[in-house]
């Protein structure tokens, strides 16, 4: 965290810190990301500020070259992706035609959030499949062959000399 | 040997129980997916949205009845490996690709479109919709036929060659045993046995609404359609348990003795409708092998070999190896005393081969090996003592199979009538009296059901692989009590899933009942 030898940079004056240039980048988005969730819309003049508020908290000096490449990597291809992503989260039928997986996801999920009755049968298939691989499948029911013998040739074997014993 | 038989008894159990509880799901799963696809099939041609209640009222049992039966099956995989080593190991070859197989396109093809069938009405156009639907009533009948390619091999082991040196059966022909007639006669019975249940499903459930007088509109709709696949249903099952019976008088010709109960047989042989059977009648006494009997003249001859005056062995004949073609020729078959001795040789030819291959002796490696494919054929005659040890249960066999004839033979009047009356005389479904028979018969198709299978497996004794394996050889080298703890665990889970999973259906049951729509408004208006 901030020493007492960091000023706040607002104050212009520069010292570096330990954070990772990457740390500021994830914190622009972060902030970024509120703004858009909140109004629907972030306008691109906002980027400096969140440049600033970002850099404070990051404790980055505004002049460091790896935080002007970062921003500008997130004005590039970041933003642009991430306003489309909004813009998905308000017309879904759009975005699955540009972006299939998303469409997939947001079927499922939808789907599920959706459910009645079907969230008592998932829970019922939940306990049954836990109790049937986690308890008889661990405790009860170990493939003998497989755990006995260490290859075909063992458990080869084990069958003959079991077969012709009977 | 008692602790074996003792192990062999408490994993048989265990089996019938597991396999039991799967097939209580099963048949409603492969019949209600056809009848849910019908009645959408329905909506989208008249666009009303009535038969898109009658849809989703449906469709939601079957999820229901679908979610009950998920996972039932793989608990058979866990005993394949743990009580039936021997046999998996024996049969890996054979069994591993059906089973695979039938796993990939349950959890990938039901899976993905049954997704669609739930979560899709207002995302996907009905045109997908309805094909999602269509192809999960497929799905799930394709996933049966890998099921039962792998019984069906059980019962008549075709397309393979033993292996010594692997200890395994080795598949040589994959068409041989996907295409066994065999396998595709029980395919075909087991499905369409599944929409004879799915249609007396409907029938009953639909009863109960208009015994409650509710959602009149939806119960008679509903019963043209389960009526419909219940009728077709039960017809084609008859005429596919006639190809079995075939079949089984071809490959397996002592379960059809003991099906019937027959000890000696004769040309033109009767078939029993009803009988006790004495249980002091056994091989080579001169007991009655009946208490009491009604039987139909020349029946078995014409349901086993489709000529009235075919003979038909039976146990006894069997054992001495008496058969006759239809022109009444004698046919010599191997009596099983030859059959213990192959057996019995093919043993010796074994242990030659594991010693000569231990030696390195190539000559008596050749000889041994030679010896052994002459008599594999009977390998598993050579664990027998006696050829009595070659009956099946008769009783159990006997009763499952007149239980599920008779039952079968009631499904088709009950279909029979139910369509008449929904068609001519609707008044008489409003009738009590056949409300409560509709909702009666939802039990005996189940009984029915089972019993088919018991009789199918309990007469394949003492053969695990006919011919080829004993139940008693395929089981393995485990402690009887850990069989005995987990059938009781199973029983006490299964016990209870299954009441928390009737309870949600007749739930839901019970609260569709409550609901309403114009429909039923319209047909209860005294005007129309």
Same mark, same amino acid.
């Given at each position: 965290m901030i020493s007492e030898d960091d000023v706040c940079l607002l104050s212009n004056k520069k010292k570096h810190c330990n954070r990772h240039w990457l740390q500021c980048f994830f914190y622009k988005m972060l902030i970024a990301g509120f703004y858009d969730d909140l109004f629907g819309v972030f306008p691109r003049f906002l980027l400096y500020l969140v440049h600033i508020i970002g850099s404070a908290t990051a404790n980055r000096p505004l002049g460091d070259i790896r935080y002007y490449v970062s921003s500008n990597i997130f004005v590039i291809f970041v933003y642009p992706n991430k306003s489309i992503a909004m813009t998905d989260i308000r017309n879904p039928e759009k975005s699955s035609r540009k972006n299939p997986i998303a469409g997939?996801?947001?079927? *499922?999920?939808d789907g599920f959030r959706s459910m009645t009755v079907g969230r008592w049968l998932w829970a019922m298939i939940l306990v049954k499949v836990a109790i049937l691989l986690f308890v008889f499948r661990l405790f009860f029911f170990p493939d003998i062959l497989s755990e006995n013998y260490d290859n075909d040739e063992e458990r080869a074997a084990a069958v003959r000399s079991s077969l012709l014993d009977r | 040997m008692d602790d074996l038989m003792s192990v062999v008894d408490w994993s048989r159990w265990q089996f019938a129980l597991t396999a039991m509880y799967h097939w209580l799901f099963v048949p409603l799963t492969l019949g209600l997916s056809l009848i849910v696809a019908i009645m959408e099939s329905i909506y989208l041609r008249t666009r009303d949205s009535h038969w898109l209640s009658i849809t989703k009222f449906w469709m939601l049992l079957f999820g229901i009845n679908f979610a009950c039966g998920v996972a039932t099956g793989i608990i058979l995989e866990f005993e394949f490996g743990t009580n039936w080593s021997n046999y998996s190991w024996f049969v890996g070859d054979i069994f591993g690709a059906p089973l695979a197989i039938e796993g990939l396109l349950a959890f990938f093809m039901e899976s993905t479109f049954i997704a669609v069938m739930f979560f899709g009405w207002k995302k996907v156009s009905p045109g997908f919709?309805?094909?999602? +639907?269509?192809?999960?009533?497929?799905?799930?009948?394709?996933?049966?036929?890998?099921i039962l390619v792998a019984n069906g091999w059980m019962q008549y082991p075709a397309g393979m060659e033993f292996d010594p040196d692997q200890m395994r059966n080795v598949m040589v022909n994959f068409w041989d045993v996907a295409l066994s007639p065999v396998a595709i006669n029980k395919f075909f019975h087991a499905v369409l046995s599944g929409w004879t249940l799915a249609g007396v499903f409907v029938i009953g459930v639909s009863s109960w609404f208009l015994l409650l007088k509710r959602r009149t509109a939806l119960a008679l709709d509903s019963i043209k359609v389960g009526g419909w696949v219940g009728l077709i249903g039960i017809i084609l099952t008859i005429w596919t348990g006639d190809g079995s019976a075939v079949q089984v008088s071809k490959v397996q010709p002592m379960k059809l003795a003991a099906m019937e109960g027959l000890w000696r047989g004769q040309s033109g042989q009767a078939i029993v409708g009803f009988g006790i059977l004495n249980p002091s009648k056994s091989v080579g006494n001169d007991e009655d092998p009946f208490l009491f009997e009604i039987s139909i003249p020349k029946g078995l001859s014409v349901l086993a070999r489709h000529d009235v005056n075919a003979f038909v062995p039976g146990i006894e004949d069997i054992i001495d190896g008496v058969d006759y073609d239809n022109e009444g020729n004698r046919i010599n078959t191997v009596s099983y005393a030859d059959r213990i001795e192959m057996g019995r040789l093919a043993h010796d030819a074994l242990r030659a081969y594991d010693k000569a291959v231990s030696s390195g002796d190539q000559e008596a490696r050749v000889a041994a090996? &030679?010896?052994?494919?002459?008599?594999?054929? *009977?390998?598993?005659?050579?664990?027998?003592?006696?050829?009595? &040890?070659?009956?099946?249960?008769?009783?159990?066999?006997?009763? +499952?199979?007149?239980?599920?004839?008779?039952?079968?033979?009631?499904?088709?009047?009950?279909?029979?009538?139910v369509m008449i009356f929904v068609y001519r005389f609707p008044k008489i479904l409003r009738q009590?009296?056949? &409300?409560?028979v509709a909702m009666l018969t939802i039990p005996v198709v189940w009984v029915c059901s089972q019993s088919g299978w018991i009789t199918a497996e309990v007469g394949r004794q003492p053969w695990i692989i006919q011919d080829l394996m004993p139940v008693r050889a395929a089981i393995s080298d485990i402690s009887a009590a850990s069989v005995q703890l987990t059938f009781w665990m199973f029983a006490a889970v299964f016990t209870l899933l299954l009441a928390a999973e009737i309870s949600i259906m007749l739930r839901q049951i019970a609260k569709a009942s409550q609901e309403s729509d114009v429909a039923d408004a319209n047909i209860n208006n005294p005007k129309n």
């Open positions: 997939i996801w947001r079927f *499922y999920s | 919709h309805l094909a999602a +639907t269509w192809l999960t009533a497929i799905g799930a009948s394709i996933s049966a036929l890998w090996l &030679q010896s052994l494919r002459d008599n594999y054929r *009977y390998f598993g005659y050579g664990y027998l003592e006696s050829p009595e &040890q070659a009956i099946p249960p008769i009783a159990m066999t006997f009763y +499952t199979f007149h239980i599920m004839v008779m039952a079968g033979g009631y499904l088709l009047l009950f279909f029979v009538a009590r009296w056949m &409300q409560w």
